[in-house]
């Protein structure tokens, strides 16, 4: 009888689910819970030797950013000397390149997946993402038919957008990708995303590609013309809308708030809440006045703000950030003469006003969760009291008063 494989005293590993070039993905559970889920497990020496790290890296900064109920989630991500093991959740229902393989969706079936597929490619450029590797077998289906985005290797973030605003690397599955992918020339991320979606819904309705031949450069040249056809069992409604998704010119290519107005598309759409911001708020009115009073009481002291933390803050031409922290903290900061107490207790006053929840994390830091749903879910700001001072030459330095 095989031994159990634990990882890192969390999870148990099990069979093999499939094994790509730098990869192996193991079915696992959660010791604690019993939940089941996915490991990716990746050699660094592989990686290394194929100067992927920086690809890696990105994937993980990416998938932290889309949590999304129809992209695969990222649970944690841990390392060994020789491996990085990726935990992500698990989807059984297999690729919905498995379903169209077995012939072509209904309509309602198809315009499902796709509006689950648009809401979260949505949500993904909302944050500066682009997938750039959209296609059936990068789709998965969970236990409820539900559609989920995975593998994000090749995505890329705002970063990577060279002066002219636009990136530059050739990459992704050649019937799937956008004209101006193929050519030399800089193209827009989430414009390409979408070209690749309208082919994806071609693909489920018809059974098979828009763009296909033998010799790769006649495909091109289809592609480059967006020429293909219908067959004949598509409506009218599903054509006007892949014809406006597979326009060879990206400036003139539909946009996904225009997709999500046509009547085809919106037949039965409910957008999904995502979840990328939903964090425990414990309200600070659940304690009666007499025991916020009491508690108050005990707060301890704000702590100390480094003098040259401030001064790096306060101006870009003296960042000392990097000989204290690896990644500067993202955020505003301001000064006042009134006491952090004063200052914590008007904003609480201010949040509620605008219908945001409030709770307390520890002495003086709060979270302010909008209570609407937006395209990026809700809305939630984090705020944190210090005290500072600083030596008269420090302020000369950083041109305070």
């Known amino acids: 009888m095989e031994a159990r494989r634990i990882l890192f005293g969390k999870y148990e590993m099990g069979r093999l689910l499939g094994k790509g070039t730098f990869a192996k993905v193991y079915y696992g559970k959660e010791l604690t819970s019993g939940e089941s889920v996915a490991i990716k497990v990746i050699s660094k020496d592989e990686v290394k030797k ?19 109920p129809n992209v695969v989630e990222l649970k944690e991500v841990m390392a060994t000397k020789t491996k990085i093991f990726f935990v992500m959740e698990y989807v059984r ?37 682009s997938h750039r590797d959209l296609k059936p077998e990068n789709l998965l289906l969970d236990e409820n038919e539900d559609l989920k985005i995975s593998d994000f290797g090749l995505s890329a973030l705002p970063e990577q957008l060279r002066n002219d605003g636009l990136l530059h690397t050739r990459c992704g599955t050649p019937a799937y990708v956008a004209p101006e992918v193929l050519r030399k020339k800089g193209y827009d991320g989430s414009k390409a995303d979408i070209w690749s979606c309208g082919v994806i819904l071609y693909v489920i309705l018809a059974g098979f590609l828009p763009f296909q031949d033998e010799n790769v450069m006649n495909m091109y040249r289809k592609i480059f013309k967006a020429e293909f056809e219908f067959p004949p069992w598509f409506s009218t409604e599903s054509k006007r809308l892949i014809s406006k998704l597979l326009t060879a010119d990206p400036e003139r290519r539909i946009t996904i708030p225009a997709i999500m107005r046509v009547p085809w598309f919106r037949k ?12 425990p708020i414990s309200d600070t009115n ?32 003296f960042d000392l950030s990097s000989l204290f922290e690896n990644k500067r903290k993202s955020g505003t900061m301001f000064t006042s003469s009134c006491s952090a107490t004063a200052i914590m207790a008007k904003i609480e006053a201010v949040a509620k006003g605008l219908n945001f929840r409030v709770g307390r994390v520890k002495d003086f830091k709060m979270k302010l969760q909008g209570s609407s749903e937006g395209r990026k879910g809700k809305l939630l700001v984090t705020t944190e009291g210090t005290r500072w001072s600083m030596p008269s030459s420090a302020r000369k330095m950083s041109g305070l008063p």
Request: some cysteine; overall charge positive; aromatic content about 12%.
């Open 268 to 279: 039965g759409f409910t957008r999904p809440r995502a979840f990328s911001t939903e964090e």
């Open 50 to 68: 194929k100067g992927m790290m920086e690809q890696i890296e990105r994937e993980i900064s990416v998938m932290r950013l889309v949590r999304h």
């Open 286 to 317: 659940t304690e009666d006045d007499d025991s916020a009073a009491s508690k108050s009481n005990k707060l301890s002291s704000p702590k100390f703000f480094n003098a040259f933390e401030f001064i790096s803050s306060m101006s870009s031409g």
């Open 93 to 129: 229902g297999g690729e919905l390149f498995a379903k169209v393989f077995k012939g072509k969706l209904k309509e309602d079936a198809a315009r499902k997946y796709f509006q689950q597929l648009i809401s979260a490619v949505d949500f993904c450029h909302s944050r500066g993402v």
